[in-house]
Nanobody, 125 residues
Framework: QVQLVESGGGLVQAGESLRLSCAAS???????????MGWFRQAPGKERDIVAA????????YYADSVKGRFTISRDNAKNTMYLEMNSLKLEDTAVYYC???????????????WGQGTQVTVSS
C-alpha cells in the first residue's frame, strides 16, 4: 500500500555534499496520512542503522550522533517527498541509504514497516 523510492545517490569526494530524495506513493500516502519518515544506512558488513527521522509536520527530528551538524532531514508533504541534505561528507558515510516510513518517530528500524530499495552513496578521498 506504500511504495518508497530513493534517488540522488552517487559518488562524491570527501567534504562535498549530496542530496537524497525519497518519493512516496500509494493509497495511504498523502497529506491525510501522517507518516513519520526516516533515513537509514547500511555499510558493507555492518547492520542497518538510523541516520535521521522526521515527523509529519517536520517540527521534530532525530539525528544519529555521527551526522549531527552535517546532515539535514526535511520533507515536502505536498510532493510526498522526503530529503536528506548531506554536507561535509566523510569516507565513513559510504553506505546504501534507505528511506522508511512508519507510524511514530523512533530509531528502531523494526518499527518502520515501509522501506525503499536503497540508493548507494560512495564517498571517496
Amino acid at each position: 500500500q506504500v511504495q518508497l523510492v530513493e534517488s540522488g545517490g552517487g559518488l562524491v569526494q570527501a567534504g562535498e555534499s549530496l542530496r537524497l530524495s525519497c518519493a512516496a506513493s500509494g493509497r495511504t500516502v498523502g497529506s491525510a496520512v501522517p507518516y513519520v519518515m526516516g533515513w537509514f544506512r547500511q555499510a558493507p558488513g555492518k547492520e542497518r542503522d538510523i541516520v535521521a527521522a522526521i515527523n509529519w509536520r517536520g517540527g521534530n527530528t532525530y539525528y544519529a550522533d555521527s551526522v549531527k551538524g552535517r546532515f539535514t532531514i526535511s520533507r515536502d508533504n505536498a510532493k510526498n517527498t522526503m530529503y536528506l541534505e548531506m554536507n561535509s561528507l566523510k569516507l565513513e558515510d559510504t553506505a546504501v541509504y534507505y528511506c522508511a516510513a512508519g507510524p511514530r518517530l523512533t530509531y528502531r528500524l523494526n518499527e518502520y514497516p515501509y522501506w525503499g530499495q536503497g540508493t548507494q552513496v560512495t564517498v571517496s578521498s
